[in-house]
C-alpha cells in the first residue's frame, strides 16, 4: 500500500535524524493529560472525510515507552454506493453522521539533545460506533501505525503533531438499512492529521 510506504519513509527519516545518549522532558512514570483534534480522510468503497476531538491519558513506562488510552467523538461525512433492489442500478448516497470510540496506543519515543522536541513512533488502534437514521449501528476496528512529534512549549506543557494511517475492518458485516443489506467495505484505508496539546504530571527532578 502506497500510504504504508509513505509512513515507512517518514519512520526512517525519523531514525536517521535524531542522536541517542540525549536527554528529554519525560521521565518514567510520568502522566500525560492530552486534548486533540484531528482530520480523516477514508478511502475505499465508501469514501469521505471526518473531523473528530478526542481526550488522551498516556503513560510512560520508561522514558522512551509510553501507553495512551482515551475516548473520541467523532462526525463523519461520507458517500457510499447501494444498489436499487427494484432498478439494479448503482446509487450514490451521501451522508452525514456522528460516531463515538476509544482511541489506544503504543508509542517509542526518541530523546532530543535540547529537550524541546521529543519525536516517536508506534502503533495506534481505535473502535468507532456510528448509528444512522433506519441503519444498523456500525462497528469498525480501526488498526495502524502513527509517527508524530511533541513540542514542549514548557516543561510540562506540549503541543503533539500526529500522522497515522489506519486499516479499517468493520466487526458487524450483516447490516441493513431500511431492510436493504448493506455492501460493507471491508479494504477502507484511513488517513489521519492530529494535532493537540498535552500537560505532564509527575515528579521533577
Do not use: C
Not at 501505525?145 to 489506519?166: A, P, Q
Amino acid at each position: 500500500m502506497k500510504q504504508f510506504r509513505i509512513l515507512s519513509l517518514m519512520g526512517i527519516g525519523l531514525l536517521t535524524s535524531i542522536a541517542t545518549d540525549v536527554t528529554a522532558q519525560v521521565q518514567k512514570s510520568d502522566h500525560n493529560i492530552g486534548f486533540g483534534f484531528d482530520l480523516r480522510s477514508i478511502s475505499g468503497e465508501s469514501t469521505g472525510s471526518s473531523t473528530s476531538i478526542n481526550l488522551s491519558y498516556t503513560y510512560y513506562l520508561t522514558n522512551r515507552i509510553s501507553l495512551g488510552l482515551g475516548p473520541r467523538i467523532e462526525w463523519t461525512k461520507s458517500t457510499s454506493q447501494t444498489i436499487d433492489p427494484d432498478t439494479d442500478e448503482f446509487i450514490l448516497e451521501t451522508s452525514k453522521t456522528g460516531s463515538k470510540g476509544i482511541n489506544a496506543f503504543l508509542n517509542y519515543s526518541f530523546l532530543t539533545n535540547d529537550g524541546f522536541a521529543l519525536p516517536y513512533i508506534g502503533l495506534q488502534f481505535a473502535r468507532l460506533i456510528q448509528k444512522e437514521e433506519d441503519t444498523d449501528e456500525i462497528t469498525t476496528d480501526n488498526y495502524g501505525g502513527n509517527v508524530g512529534i511533541k513540542f514542549f512549549i514548557t516543561e510540562r506543557l506540549n503541543v503533539d503533531n500526529n500522522f497515522s494511517v489506519l486499516k479499517v475492518i468493520p466487526k458487524n458485516l450483516m447490516l441493513t438499512r431500511n431492510g436493504i443489506p448493506l455492501d460493507l467495505d471491508t479494504d477502507g484505508i484511513v488517513i489521519q492529521v492530529n494535532v493537540g496539546v498535552g500537560y505532564i504530571i509527575g515528579k521533577r527532578n
